[in-house]
Nanobody, 116 residues
Framework: QVQLVESGGGLVQPGESLRLSCEASTIIRLNDMGWYRQAPGKQRELVATITSGGSTNYADSVKGRFTISRDNAKNQVYLQMNSLKPEDTAVYYC???????????WGQGTQVTVSS
């Protein structure tokens, strides 16, 4: 099994930066890892993903502002968020799929609020 624990959320002003971290507690091989977010009244949406080999994918709304990275040795994934906007306000969830069956796992979420 996999347990995902996020950290790094908070309240920032527009234009500022935050770095989210997620640590996976598991002995199972992690495949893709990523970040999703859900704003009030909206569906959960993809923010960024990264494969075990380091290939990345971003939502158009965050390209050029957010950077996803991972440390395979530590089973950690990160999201560096720069030039934050009020529309980035959401609960951010860490996600991974793991094992030979690519089973999905989710963290509990961390709140990011961008407001002046």
């Amino acid at each position: 099994q996999v347990q995902l624990v996020e950290s790094g959320g908070g309240l920032v002003q527009p234009g500022e930066s935050l770095r989210l971290s997620c640590e996976a507690s598991t002995i199972i091989r992690l495949n893709d890892m990523g970040w999703y977010r859900q704003a009030p009244g909206k569906q959960r949406e993809l923010v960024a993903t990264i494969t075990s080999g380091g290939s990345t994918n971003y939502a158009d709304s965050v390209k050029g502002r957010f950077t996803i990275s991972r440390d395979n040795a530590k089973n950690q994934v990160y999201l560096q968020m720069n030039s934050l906007k009020p529309e980035d306000t959401a609960v951010y969830y860490c996600h991974c799929n793991a094992g030979v069956y690519y089973r999905d796992y989710w963290g509990q979420g961390t709140q990011v609020t961008v407001s002046s």
